[in-house]
């Protein structure tokens, strides 16, 4: 720093105003960028596709110049895969590692940062700033990798294609790599493969396709050929089959209509590429305080520089005042603390279930004011389970969840066991008889609903391996999308019994006797209706109802006409996927805390809304169900208005959901989006925070998402938004603490500027208390206890300051009443004691740690007391503070550090005083609680 003597005076002057000027015009220009790069996208409707459902099965043919017996000959294949390229998604837009790490200094926090390393190096300060460029790499490497991982979404949904597919071409079946087909392609599937192409069903044999990843619909869907209206929903087409999805039974041969990216998944992927992530929260209520902080710093270095032009002071002394003010002004240790405090967050999530992948979500699901949930797996068991019953006339309800076997049967409030009752038992025991699935431990192996009626038997202590040790399969008839039922012939002793169950119009026409829990008796018409108006009332309340009926049999080897007539009718099952146990109270307490919940399902309207009516959803309320019609013939304007007033979407495709989340978005709401398959990804990415579930979310889900329920559970989700608003106001606190500690060093710095004084503190000091005396107290600050009311609190809106009026006032009273402290310790022992200008500093550095320290104490709560909260409730906090103050002994006590803090042995007198000097800002502010607490209780 002596080489600066050599130049001569005006030139400090040019430097130094140089150096202002850049500043702010680098400061203008970014902040010009942040806001244009947080303008709000304009979303649009629905992608228009070809209605492949609405054609003529030969018109399509003709068009696709395919014969449905030979397919394609290997030449034209050829032709057509050189001409639309090959059956594969790609990516729209990658990011490249290097644009992800640069993208992590888009703050304008860090390139304030940056610039004061600058300067400190400038200076010859190379501890300062290798101090302050540790912190801001840190901050991006964390940044980096988390942020890598959600940049790759689009690449996952390239493995859910099929590798290998069967098809046929020059009249053969033949296995080619599914990268290699063309529309045109006749595919030929089967139970268990992956359909590799969307494709137009021409024949089918009781073919059921798993198409949850792509509508959300959480049974297989019954296939069949036929026109269907062009606005039937994707869910409904049950003409056609789709990229990703899987057979789930049956056999079919289908014409491929669409590869590759004009796919309904291709679609998904364009439209995953295109959903927009906008800033955090929290990212830009810090953006707006480090602008806030910025212009103040200008603004007061501005001023002390030309106080010291009016006072003839030297060049290089006027040019440190300001940079120990710049130093001063910014917290160096916030983005350090803001990080660790969302890392301790996670981990805190973690051991409630829930996985955060980027770091600013830990915060942003705290301010979330809608979460757009999925049902089936969510607010659902996400298991058919078997929840009424009927049987001898009677209504049985059925406790229990999913493929468990605990549960019960009651009449009433009255319990009942299966075995003595003879109808309950008689249908329990037909519905096991006739089921191909098999329960293992606590799934199934088989079709969901048989699944259902086996755990339903097994609650009745029937098993259905002791059926088969008695009473031995000898025939079936399966089911299929045409008969609507199925028959399973057992042999019992030396006579034979059908067991059929099947749709209750279907299995009901064939019955001609009732068993009434006494007898077999003829079926009355009077029974007909009781039965079926039974039907209408659990089809109300969303139940998938099943009839079961038996007869004894001959000839075990008869038709289906011959076998399935003249049944004795046993009773109905009514199935559906439950509400989880736990769910309900989750709602209400999202409720309670101000947030909306919206259920989102590819589900039908009625079971939509019976289970969002049972979990308090869709209530009294006033929220509507709208269906994705609906949604197809509204324009973006309208929908906008009507999104505050829904509550649940039913029948939506992936387009819907992501028009849904832009359009809450619009309305200027913090909206999280949840969800397992693929058509929810591109939703997920565009929400404020997305949520995956760890055990049914498909791996493109999960790579879109910013936090992964692990147990797939809504309650979790409310817990993490508990998690995340208990964050927030950690952040909130440690930054006021931070901030009154800087108010404070500003102010010493400027008050000794205009009257006079020398520097107090020198800017290595200043840096030490930014970031050990302040910053580490501020750490264990982050790790404070979530508050117990925080979820009886509405949400914070979206553009809220991170520090309200309250904690406004409290930082600028804490500032001046440490700024007092230390300019009081400089005074006396200058001014007052005639020690030296070191010995001055060394004071006032001491004061004013000591008072940061103590105040970190009073800094947890605004209006409890150290005393009421307790000084080992924290006990990270208090080890903290005893560092702290140990690591300031240090430096009075080591000769090396001594001559780079400029600091002195302390000696006992003096110690003294700086003590009893740095315990009065901590005093005077809890006397100021226990006055405002005493006021407000005699208002």
Not at 122 to 134: D, P, V
Not at 816 to 826: D, G, V, Y
Request: hydrophobic share 50%; net charge neutral.
């Amino acid at each position: 720093m002596t080489g600066l003597t050599l130049f001569e005076e005006p030139l400090f002057y040019i430097l130094f105003l140089f150096v202002l000027c850049g500043l702010t015009g680098i400061f203008i220009v970014f902040d010009i960028f942040l806001r244009w790069r947080k303008m709000p996208s304009h979303f649009s409707g629905p992608v228009v596709r070809r209605p492949w459902h609405h054609e003529e099965l030969p018109a399509l043919l003709v068009e696709l110049a395919v014969d449905p017996v030979r397919g394609l000959a290997s030449e034209e294949a050829g032709r057509r895969l050189r001409r639309d390229g090959r059956n594969e998604l790609r990516n729209i837009r990658t990011v490249s590692p290097l644009t992800i790490f640069f993208r992590q200094f888009a703050s304008l926090v860090i390139w304030v940062l940056i610039g004061a390393v600058g300067v400190s190096i400038y200076l010859g300060e190379k501890a300062e700033g290798i101090a302050i460029i540790s912190i801001v790499a840190l901050n991006a490497v964390i940044g980096f990798f988390q942020e890598f991982r959600a940049e790759k979404a689009a690449a996952s949904l390239a493995r859910l294609a099929a590798p290998k597919a069967k098809i046929v071409r020059n009249g053969r079946a033949q296995v080619c790599a599914a990268a290699e087909i063309v529309a045109g392609d006749i595919l030929l599937l089967d139970a268990g493969d992956l359909v590799a192409a969307d494709a137009r069903l021409l024949e089918v044999s009781s073919l059921r396709a798993n198409e949850v990843s792509l509508t959300g619909e959480s049974q297989p869907v019954d296939k069949s050929i036929g026109i269907l209206p062009v606005e039937t929903p994707l869910a409904d087409r049950s003409n056609m089959v789709f990229l990703g999805t899987s057979i789930a039974g049956g056999s079919a041969r289908a014409l491929v209509t669409a590869i590759g990216m004009r796919t309904e998944l291709g679609l998904i992927a364009q439209l995953l590429e295109t959903a927009e992530k906008d800033t955090t929260p929290l990212q830009k209520r810090l953006d707006r305080i480090t602008r806030y902080l910025l212009w103040v710093c200008l603004g007061i270095v501005a001023l002390v520089f030309l106080l010291g032009l009016l006072r003839s002071l030297a060049p290089f002394e006027l040019f440190l005042s300001a940079v120990s003010l710049a130093v001063a002004a910014i917290p160096e240790g916030l983005p350090a603390v803001v990080t660790v405090a969302l890392a301790l967050g996670m981990q805190r999530m973690i051991r409630r279930n829930a996985l955060v992948r980027r770091l600013q979500s830990v915060e942003t699901l705290g301010c979330a004011q809608v979460i757009c949930t999925d049902k089936t797996g969510t607010l659902t068991v996400g298991e058919m389970t078997a929840r009424r019953l009927l049987a001898g006339g009677r209504f049985y309800e059925v406790t229990g969840e999913g493929y468990r076997v605990e549960g019960n049967f009651f009449w009433g409030d009255a319990q009942c066991v299966p075995s003595q009752d003879a109808a309950l038992y008689a249908l329990l025991y037909a519905a096991a008889a006739c089921s191909d699935a098999e329960l293992v431990g606590q799934g199934i192996i088989g079709d969901p609903t048989e699944g259902a009626l086996l755990v339903a038997a097994a609650k009745g202590g029937i098993g259905r391996a002791d059926i088969e040790a008695s009473a031995p399969r000898l025939a079936a008839l399966p089911f299929d999308s045409g008969r609507k039922r199925m028959t399973v012939v057992r042999r019992e002793g030396d006579s034979a019994k059908a067991f059929t169950k099947g749709a209750s119009e279907v299995v009901l026409a064939r019955c001609a006797y009732i068993h009434d829990n006494r007898e077999f008796r003829t079926l009355a018409d009077e029974d007909r209706q009781a039965i079926t108006q039974a039907v209408e009332e659990m089809a109300r309340d969303a139940l998938r109802v099943l009839a079961v009926a038996q007869r004894s049999v001959i000839d075990h080897g008869g038709t289906a006409d011959e076998i399935e007539r003249e049944l004795i009718f046993l009773g109905l099952f009514g199935l559906q996927d439950p509400p989880r146990a736990e769910a309900k109270s989750a709602v209400a307490r999202c409720r309670s805390a101000g947030i909306k919940p919206v259920m989102i399902t590819g589900d039908h309207p009625d079971t939509a809304a019976a289970i969002a009516r049972e979990l308090g959803i869709l209530g009294d309320d006033g929220g509507k169900l709208m269906t994705g019609r609906d949604l197809e013939r509204m324009a973006d304007t309208d929908f906008t208005d009507m999104v505050r007033d829904t509550a649940v979407y039913a029948r939506v495709t992936a387009e819907d959901k992501l028009r849904i989340v832009r359009a809450w978005k619009a309305d200027n709401k913090v909206v999280a989006m949840t969800g397992d398959g693929v058509n929810d990804a591109p939703a997920l990415k565009e929400a404020a925070i997305g949520i995956a579930m760890g055990q049914t979310g498909t791996e493109v889900t999960k790579e879109a998402a910013d936090l992964i329920i692990v147990d797939d559970d809504f309650s979790s989700i409310v817990a993490a938004v508990e998690e995340g608003r208990g964050i927030y106001e950690n952040i909130a606190k440690t930054l006021a603490y931070l901030l009154a500690g800087n108010s404070a060093e500003l102010m010493v710095m400027l008050i000794a500027a205009l009257v006079g004084w020398p520097l107090p503190l020198l800017p290595l000091q200043l840096l030490w208390i930014n970031l050990t005396t302040d910053g580490l107290p501020a750490l264990a600050l982050a790790a404070d206890p979530v508050a117990s009311d925080v979820l009886k609190r509405p949400p914070r809106p979206p553009d809220a300051e991170l520090l309200d009026e309250e904690y406004v006032r409290l930082t600028l009273l804490a500032g001046i009443l440490t700024a007092a402290t230390s300019l009081s310790a400089f005074a006396l022992e200058f001014y007052l004691y005639g020690e030296g200008l070191e010995y001055a500093r060394d004071a006032t550095f001491t004061a004013l740690v000591i008072a940061e320290l103590l105040r970190a104490f009073g800094a947890r709560s605004s209006r409890k007391t150290v005393f009421e909260i307790g000084l080992l409730s924290n006990l990270w906090l208090f080890l903290v503070i005893i560092l702290s103050f140990s690591l300031h002994l240090v430096i009075h006590q080591v000769p090396a550090l001594q001559a780079l803090f400029g600091t002195k042995p302390l000696s006992t007198d003096h110690f003294a005083v700086w003590m009893a000097l740095g315990c009065i800002p901590l005093t005077a502010l809890e006397v100021r609680k226990m006055l405002l607490r005493r006021r407000r209780r005699f208002k």
